[in-house]
């Protein structure tokens, strides 16, 4: 099967091996996917716009292999604190109200920056466009 990768030109994906999200056939993997742009933190110490700026990240890796956000199955949230789960929470909402994929939220000791609040990973399933 034909296997797409879409890359967001981060220094780490060089070094430690990754890519943001790739497709193989009709699924589709989206990597933990953090509030960064430029290297700097995006809403720092705001939850909810963390949560907003990465699923659009996440929508636009979606839409690069042909897919979107209709096409989730799956949302995995990492957040460092989860009493702020109604934050985070909300902004998934505002994007999967009506798609309603199965997700988990946990909370994790920390991601790799001090500032990231949350981080979030996707899998989505989405019929090829080949005819």
Known sequence: ME???VFTGSPWESTVGYCRAIRIGDRIEVAGTTAMQG???VGKG???EQTRFILQLIEKALGDLGAGLSHVVRTRMFVTDISK???FGRAHG???KDIQPVATMVEVKALIDPELLIEIEVEAVAPSTKG
Do not use: I, M
Request: aromatic fraction near 26%; charged fraction near 40%; charge should be negative.
């Open 3 to 5: 296997r797409k990768q």
């Open 94 to 96: 505002e994007f999967f």
């Open 85 to 87: 789960w109604e934050e």
């Open 46 to 48: 705001n939850p909810y």
């Open 39 to 41: 290297g700097e933190v």
